[in-house]
């Protein structure tokens, strides 16, 4: 796994083309991140990059974290996250490097995760799509029911209890949510700013993952390749 850039989003606006359409972007505020810890096989048995991403106050900290940026040389962080690397990747960073959005210029697309906004307990077309009862008359305080459950729904051997995985209300929201192969229309290293083509997961002011992409279908593929030609 690659090491990605911590950031916050800041909301969506849109830009336009050489030929005047309108894209819509996503506004996220990278870094700069700080590496806070290297781990080796040797002493911890893998080999990974720890981030520190956003500035704290140390009234708002706790000892051990204070004392565990104190040794990276920085201030105190508010978010760490952990990137698993190879042994030969580890000896490209150093303690209290810092990482800032060079490490993603000349890239087309990115990866960008974050945790999508908390919806709450939900009913079954909300959470499911489901199209709900009749509208019609003779329909009373039915229409978002979920209709029948019990139906082919038993586990075999396991009794008469629901089937695992049957569709049904539940909570709605609040989980980790990767976008994959979004376009990246503009960077701007100095000021710490990415556009992203589209929505990503999370609120506004919400911290989010951005690396490099990972997996590209066909037609991404053929225009990054594209672009590394010209």
Do not use: W
């Not at 606006?13 to 005047?20: A, I, L, P, S, W």
């Not at 974290?65 to 580890?90: C, M, N, Y």
């Amino acid at each position: 796994m690659s090491i990605a850039i911590l950031g916050t989003k800041v909301g969506m606006t849109r830009v336009f083309d050489e030929g005047g359409a309108s894209i819509p972007v996503t506004v996220i505020q990278c870094g700069p991140c700080v590496v806070t810890q290297i781990r080796t096989v040797e002493k911890d048995g893998y080999s990974a990059v720890q981030v520190g991403f956003g500035e704290m106050k140390a009234r708002n900290s706790t000892i051990p974290l204070i004392g565990h940026d104190f040794k990276a040389g920085t201030t105190p962080k508010r978010v760490h996250q952990e990137f698993r690397v190879t042994s030969e990747e580890v000896a490209n960073y150093a303690l209290g490097q810092t990482l800032t959005l060079e490490s993603l210029a000349g890239n087309k697309f990115v990866d960008v995760t974050g945790i999508s906004k908390g919806k709450g307990f939900q009913g079954t077309m909300k959470r499911h799509r489901f199209k709900g009862m009749f509208a019609s008359h003779g329909t009373e305080r039915k229409h978002r029911a979920p209709g029948s459950i019990g139906g082919h729904c038993s586990n075999r051997g396991f009794g008469g209890g629901l089937k695992k995985g049957k569709k049904m209300s539940g909570h709605m929201g609040a989980e980790q949510i990767t976008q994959r192969s979004a376009d990246l229309v503009r960077i701007d290293v100095e000021n710490g700013i990415l556009l992203v083509k589209g929505p990503i997961p999370g609120p506004n002011r919400a911290i989010v993952t951005v690396r490099a992409a990972v997996r590209l279908n066909r037609s991404k593929t053929k225009r990054a390749a594209e672009a590394a030609k010209a």
